[in-house]
Structure formats: structure tokens, C-alpha cells
């Protein structure tokens, strides 16, 4: 059996580098997937191993000797249809295709809360939205064991170490700490955690507690997740 090595993908983003660093912090083999040999020393630092990748070309030979995968990439605010194409699904899907063909035990994607509903997000994100819900959709149907992560509107301040599951698109979002979603991606490979989509919000519960219900040996479906109905 290979032992256990993530491979992030969208590291030097703003979520990406707080998932790298949790990684770095639980001692987990991981290597970090970049556009630009300028960002490798603040990776190297952290033990990861680097690997140049575009993801608007193919970048299968990063998965390599990978037993999971985390994507968190995305389109930057304001780059247009284009890009939120290119990354927000098509890459994600072609993310999927090389973990399939690569037998990976995981694949976590870190997708968006608007995901649900697109035709009611805002005009601005109405775009960027369905291109998360297709991805999402076929994540969960191209047979690679993952977890869809769909968090509300995110936020830098300091992780709480708590949040509030939903079930859909809510109209009341308060702002869950990016730290957050990077301490749920991380837990989510730590206990084997497979075939599910966990949506939330800013709140108090705690997300171990969260987490801890979903884990393979939990004797219960838990009301927090919907395993692929997307």
C-alpha cells in the first residue's frame, strides 16, 4: 500500500497556503502543485515537494506516487468566464479524471455554498457558480471516493474552530474564516472521510464534532451532508 501523500493543487492561493500549512503542521506528506518557480521556497520551508503544473494544460504527471488529492484552486475575482471555466470546472473535472485513472483513495474539493443554486446567486457569480455545480456533480459521479466541500462566503480573519452546516443555499451566510475550511479539507483526509458533500457557514459548532459524525465506521447518515444529490 503506498503511504499516504497529498497532493494540494492551488497551493499559493489564499486558501491553499492555510491548507499547506495545516498539512505541514500535522506532519502529512504533501506536494504542492504551482503555476510559477517563484513561489517553491515558501513550500520547500515546509517540507512539501514541488511540482510545476498548468492547470489550463494537462498536469497529470503530478499525481505521481498521490494517495489523495485536494483541489483548491479557483478563478480570481473579476477574471471573467474564461477562467472560471478553466479552472472552476473544467480543470476540476480533468482533477478527477487523472485520480480515477491514478486509483486515489480521495479527492477534496473545495467548492462554494452558491454551488446549490446558481440561477439565484448574485449576477456577478451566477457564472462562477455553475461552474462549481457542474464540477461538483461530475466529481460525484466519475467514481473517485471525495468529499465536496461548499462553504459560504469566506473570510481571512482567524480560524474559530467552528461552523454551522447547511443543507442548501441559505439567505442568512455569515462568513466562515478560510483557516476553517483549510482545517476541514485537512481533518477530512485524517479520518478517511468518503462520498460526501458538507456545506456550512460561519457558526459555533465545533467542526470536529462535525466531522467526527461522518467518519467511514460512524453508524449513522448524518443530516449535515448529502452524499450525492448535488
Known sequence: MKTLKVLLIGAHGR?????????????????????????KS??????AEIVLGDLTHDFSHAFDDITHVIYAAGSAENEG???????????????ADYAKRRRVQQLVVVSALSAFDPAHSGFALRHYSRMKREADEYVAHRGVPFVILRPGPLSDEPGRGTIAPV???TEH???VARADVARIAVRCVTLGI??????????????????????PEAAHASRHTTPTSL
Do not use: C, Q, W, Y
Request: hydrophobic share 45%.
Open 194 to 215: 468518503r462520498n460526501r458533500m458538507i456545506a456550512f457557514v460561519g457558526g459555533d459548532e465545533p467542526i470536529d464534532s462535525v466531522l467526527d459524525s461522518l467518519r
Open 42 to 47: 515558501e513550500f520547500a520551508a515546509m517540507g
Open 15 to 39: 486558501t491553499g497556503r492555510l491548507i499547506a500549512a495545516r498539512l505541514h503542521e500535522d506532519a502529512m506528506p504533501f506536494r504542492a502543485m504551482l503555476r510559477k518557480s517563484a513561489h
Open 81 to 95: 468566464v474564461h477562467e472560471e471555466r478553466a479552472i472552476d470546472r473544467d480543470a476540476v473535472m480533468r482533477t
Open 167 to 169: 443543507g442548501e443555499l
Open 173 to 175: 451566510k455569515p462568513e
